[in-house]
């Protein structure tokens, strides 16, 4: 790859030095040459023009550099990768010790790997791009991932920002990269319990891990408990309350696919258990319903999708989590539980639990928080713009 001299701004040597991952257009002062997505930018400061970093540049994105290398100059090639990936999976060695085969190994700007991040199902790597920046590395980083992280097959999964400029150099969403994959779905392991992610065309790598340390816990707390989860996409956290001893378990969300997604992950770990239902509905209409049927249960979930994709929308999502949990926390028994997630990075953890706990006080029933958690052990935040999983739980009186 091409090295790209870049000159910042002040603005943008200070947040450089700061530690932050991105450089944007509007904080460099001169590019000398042009450079192309992938190639390496040196990253030279304004005031004494000494060489502050290494990225890698973008001429067509607004994140014009994505840095690999903080302080001074780099060699970029595969044993610096292999380092930063040995220094990733290190990290997950705690995790990796339990009945646990699927993980992320690379958690994007947080693990060193701007714009990318690499989940393991059991033997399977699914590599997913966020930046085209990554697209001419691939023949470098593929065979490491695989060493790395001991899989055999490595799947390429990409955002539609990166289609185009992909499809240019012959990839595809959902190629194989290394290896053979005889099946789509790929079957791992969560802390006991059985999965199945469709590595080629699932949503993101094919399944979300993110929540794993908080299906853990409510399968810990379900045993003897009539459990709603509402948002319940492919039924991970019915499928741990149901291996905790849930009494029964219902799985909500609006769409089809995904509930049949869950009835199958259910089936996996318990064949046809008739403690599992699910509804097929919006998540809003439902509760409005099981409140009017003067429904109550004694743990209820709600994990929605992101509300907030944008700054101008975190008050239109702060609205919704109120309306949403005003619907949900009348269908909590006596002496109940509800947990409260949310996914949405531009709603800062500080708001939503203050939205949370004001509809709470606002329904006059007593709680106290039995616990906040954020991101598990494959999720480590390196950046303020990297967190965005918060969850509270919440035990009534």
Request: some cysteine.
């Amino acid at each position: 790859m091409n090295r790209i001299p870049v000159t910042l701004t002040a603005a943008g040597e200070r947040a450089l030095r700061a530690g932050h991952p991105w450089i944007f257009d509007q904080a460099i002062a001169r590019v000398k040459g042009e450079g192309k997505a992938g190639d390496l930018a040196v990253v030279f400061s304004f005031t004494k023009n000494k060489c502050i970093g290494v990225g890698l540049f973008e001429p067509d994105s607004a994140i014009r550099i994505r840095m690999l290398h903080h302080g001074g100059s780099a060699q970029i090639d595969g044993a610096f990768f292999r380092a930063r990936m040995l220094e990733a999976r290190a990290l997950r060695t705690e995790l990796l010790a339990t009945d646990t085969n699927g993980y992320r190994l690379l958690h994007g700007e947080n693990d060193g790997f701007p714009g990318l991040v690499a989940d393991v199902f059991a033997g399977v790597a699914v590599v997913k791009l966020y930046a085209p920046a990554w697209l001419p590395w691939l023949e470098e980083l593929v065979p490491i991932i695989a060493e790395v992280a001991q899989a055999p097959v490595v799947v390429l999964r990409l955002a539609r920002n990166t289609e185009v400029a992909a499809a240019a150099l012959g990839f595809s969403d959902g190629q194989v990269l290394l290896g053979d994959l005889p099946d789509p779905e790929v079957v791992f392991t969560e802390h006991g319990c059985k999965f199945i992610a469709n590595v080629v065309h699932g949503h993101k790598t094919g399944f979300f891990l993110d929540h794993r340390a908080n299906r853990r816990r409510v399968g810990a707390l379900a045993e003897g408990r009539e459990v709603l989860d509402v948002f319940s996409y492919a039924g991970g956290f019915s499928v741990h309350a149901l291996a905790g001893g849930a009494a029964k378990v219902t799985s909500l969300d609006v769409s089809r696919p995904a509930l049949e997604q869950a009835r199958a992950n259910v089936r996996f770990n318990f064949g046809n258990d008739p403690r599992h239902q699910v509804l097929a509905d919006d998540a809003f209409e439902a509760l409005e319903g099981l409140r009017k049927a003067e429904k109550e249960f004694d743990l209820v979930i709600v994990d929605p999708p992101s509300f907030a994709k944008r700054d101008k929308e975190v008050s239109g999502a702060l609205a919704a989590y109120r309306k949403i949990m005003g619907l949900a926390i009348p269908l909590v028994a006596p002496g109940g539980l509800l947990v409260a997630a949310s996914c949405s990075a531009r709603v800062s953890a500080e708001d939503f639990f203050r939205t949370i706990e004001g509809t709470l006080r606002a329904t006059g029933r007593g709680y106290h928080v039995l616990e906040k958690t954020y991101h598990d052990a494959d999720h480590p935040i390196g950046f303020p713009e990297g967190a965005y999983l918060k969850t509270g739980y919440y035990q009534f009186k």
